[in-house]
């Protein structure tokens, strides 16, 4: 044990002299190019002292930032991230001023801007050098973590000895996915939880196991987890998924975004004003808080889950008051610690300069189909998958040393990238590499957290391979909808937004306007006309200027070719409306239409999208804010193909494909989800699950029981 105490001392003695030596020969060479930086005096010093000045001139600004920073970090915490960035540059110079003052030579001097520039490169230098070596020592790097640990349990009770639980929600990963990562090898971690040995030459799986029951008959690792399915709602999409998951209600949420009639605005899942506006009525249909009421932690979501500890959300991000500040708290906690700025910035800069790599070659080989991946993407890629990834894993890691009963966190790098690159092939591949190893971290810090941990990974919906429904067709959903009502069709279509939770998490980290680009809450133009909003394969159509949903009679006597157009159309899969003689009304091509209580005998057009989606659009057909017309796009099962009406080439937010097939990874110590006979659908049942287990976690339960309970609400 002493000896493990001595190597640990010399390897922290070691980085402390290399950073230190670092530093000062970066002084020197400063001191060298610029004109107002000197390290003698006006006659003239020898080599040697002016040598000596830099060692302890770096000596004492490095000390002096030890000393000073880690209490001024605390205060920066409650200025903007424009003032914080301006401030650091301003304190550096500072303490350099101060220590070129505390030399024994006392002849060095600086000027005031200059002396920013020399703390600025100083730091980076001493960072890069620092955090090089760090990186290398798991033990440094676990150190940083108790400590980080030690402030957030100050004050707090001792934890209890009962199991606490991780959710981990790789956004956007379908369960098919995840299995065939598995099989290439991909995601070990994974793979060693459920038992699944690595793969054989060609990448073929070892043995007969079956990694959806964990059972491992050729593999020398004894499974811990299970790997299940669920079934998404209609709308398959993260707004919808997390609100249900973490607050047991997802009523009245068609899309991503549906335009209320009441209100007369637009509703956007990632907008934050919205967001509070979901959780508020969630909270008021449920009367419950939410998943994580009970000492949890929500960690980059969209909504909060009723936790008390929270960062990264994005429902608290519009509020202008000392909360906001939670919510972006986490971005600086993490990037105070010089290691995780540098590893984190240069992950950043290589993961920009591997997206344009892989754009120009899916260019240059014609790859098809392919959307547009210029403009900011490369950099909004980049802090998807480098920079919200290394802060959220950061967090939860510290909510386990805290030793927190429930964690909810939201990894969206996969998601991101699968919309641009699609959800299948290289790009993907790599981001569900790295997605591991975060996975495995999180493990291993597991193992030295002050109480025990179930991880318990989910996904809160897939994503659908196809080119766009522009692409295909040469218009966009909005120009069919004005040809089906008589009006101009313009030549050129206005790209849609992708909705990509990766795009809000960036405004809201830099406390830019929270609202998406261009996209209003209050639609204007001519109040008959009609408004077009789409959620991946999902289209909405409403008429503003009619107060209620209207009626497929009404459509028909205002714009007799619009559902015909529309329904018969070959990138159409099939059409919601709202009938006076039927109800609600699936509408298909070659006149079908057929009333919802008369689809499980004749499912008509939703055929093509297997079991459980008349049931969605049924449940759909409910909400308050249903659209006039709700539209889902064409799908192939053959090949999983849908069209988006959004510039993707992997989507999700309708019915067809893998979007509506997430995964469920749960630890054997728990309950099973359902029972072998029962589904498990819907994102209020996957609420439902989660609370059990939760309650598991607390002392013995009756699963059976418990289920029926479940099945009766």
Same mark, same amino acid.
């Given at each position: ?11 922290q003695?070691?980085?402390s ?10 002084m020197?060479?400063? /001191? ?22 830099? !060692? ?52 060095? %001097? ?13 730091? &980076?230098?001493a960072?890069a ?20 640990a ?62 959806r029951?964990?059972? !491992? ?44 009639k ?20 969630? @909270? ?7 998943l ?5 932690a ?5 909504f ?44 950043? @800069? ?11 070659? /899916? ?19 980049a ?26 966190a ?42 025990p ?43 849609t937004?992708?909705? &990509? ?12 306007? @929270?609202e ?23 289209g ?12 497929? %009679? ?33 509408l298909? /091509? ?25 049931? /969605? ?19 192939d ?52 699950v ?24």
């Open positions: 044990m002493r000896g493990v105490r001595w190597r640990r001392a010399a390897s003695v070691g980085r002299v290399a950073v230190w030596g670092v530093s000062t020969l970066t020197l060479v400063l /001191a060298g190019i610029l004109p107002d930086f000197r390290l003698q005096s006006a006659d003239g010093d020898s080599a040697t002292t002016i040598a000596v000045t830099a !060692a302890v001139g770096a000596g004492v600004f490095g000390v002096l930032s030890a000393l000073l920073w880690p209490p001024l970090v605390r205060l920066l915490l409650l200025v903007p991230a424009l003032v914080l960035g301006l401030l650091v540059f301003f304190l550096n110079g500072s303490l350099l001023l101060l220590a070129l003052r505390l030399t024994p030579s006392g002849q060095s %001097e600086a000027a005031p801007e200059t002396a920013v520039i020399v703390a600025a490169v100083m730091s &980076a230098v960072s050098t620092g955090g090089a070596l760090a990186v290398r020592d798991d033990d440094a790097y676990r150190r940083r973590l108790y400590r980080l030690d402030r957030r349990r100050r004050g707090v009770p001792a934890c209890p000895a009962t199991p606490g639980t991780v959710f981990l929600q790789l956004d956007g990963v379908g369960h098919d996915v995840l299995v065939a990562a598995m099989g290439k090898g991909l995601m070990p971690t994974v793979a060693e939880w459920l038992g699944v040995p690595p793969p054989g030459p060609g990448g073929t799986q070892r043995g007969g196991d079956d990694p029951q964990g059972r !491992a008959s050729g593999s020398r690792v004894r499974p811990t987890h299970r790997l299940g399915s669920w079934r998404t709602d209609w709308s398959s999409q993260t707004g919808a998924s997390q609100l249900g998951i973490l607050h047991g209600s997802n009523h009245d949420v068609p899309a991503f975004r549906w335009y209320e009441d209100s007369q605005e637009v509703m956007v899942c990632n907008r934050p004003t919205s967001a509070a506006e979901l959780q508020r009525r969630a @909270v008021e249909r449920t009367g419950d808080g939410g994580l009421s009970a000492d949890g929500s960690r980059g979501n969209l909060s889950g009723g936790a008390d500890e929270q960062a990264l959300v994005l429902s608290i991000a519009a509020r202008r008051r000392s909360r906001e500040t939670r919510s972006r708290s986490g971005y600086f906690a993490y990037f105070s610690d010089p290691a995780n700025a540098v590893r984190t910035a240069l992950s950043f @800069v290589a993961e920009v300069v591997r997206e344009i790599t892989q754009s120009t070659r /899916a260019r240059l080989r014609g790859d098809h189909p392919r959307v547009a991946r210029g403009g900011l993407y490369p950099f909004v890629r802090f998807a998958t480098v920079v919200e990834r290394d802060v959220v894993v950061a967090a939860v890691m510290g909510d386990m040393l805290a030793g927190r009963t429930a964690v909810y939201d990894l969206v790098a996969y998601d991101e990238v699968a919309h641009h690159s699609g959800p299948l092939g290289r790009d993907t591949e790599q981001v569900l590499g790295r997605l591991d190893r975060a996975l495995g971290l999180i493990a291993t810090v597991a193992e030295h957290a002050p109480r941990y179930r991880i318990v990974v989910l996904s809160d919906h897939g994503q659908s391979p196809g080119e766009t429904f522009r692409a295909r067709y040469g218009l966009t959903l909005g120009d069919l909808v004005r040809a089906g009502c008589g009006l101009p069709v313009p030549r050129k279509a206005e790209r937004h992708s909705g &990509a939770e990766a795009r809000a998490a960036v405004r809201a980290a830099l406390r830019r306007p @929270v998406e680009g261009g996209e209003r809450h209050r639609p204007s133009g001519r109040g008959s006309e009609p408004i077009v909003l789409a959620s991946g394969n999902l909405l159509i409403s008429f503003p200027d009619v107060p209620h949903r209207m009626s497929k %009679e009404e459509i028909d006597a205002r714009h007799p070719a619009l559902l015909t157009t529309l329904a018969n159309h070959p990138g159409i899969g099939f059409l919601l409306v709202r009938s006076e003689e039927h109800g609600g009304l699936v298909g /091509a070659y006149g079908a239409e057929i009333p919802l209580d008369r689809l499980d005998r004749n499912p008509g057009p939703l055929a093509v999208f297997g079991p459980g989606a008349a049931d /969605a659009v049924r449940r759909t057909h409910s909400f308050p804010h249903t659209a006039d017309i709700m539209v889902n796009s064409f799908h099962p053959a090949d999983g193909e849908v069209l988006a009406f959004e510039e993707q080439i992997g989507s999700h937010g309708g019915l067809g494909g893998a979007q509506a097939r997430p995964f469920l990874l749960s630890p054997l110590a728990l309950s099973a989800p359902v029972e072998d006979d029962e589904e498990l659908a819907g994102a209020e049942h996957v609420h439902r989660l609370c059990r287990w939760l309650r598991e976690s607390n002392g013995p339960q009756v699963p059976v029981e418990t289920g029926r309970e479940e099945r009766a609400a």
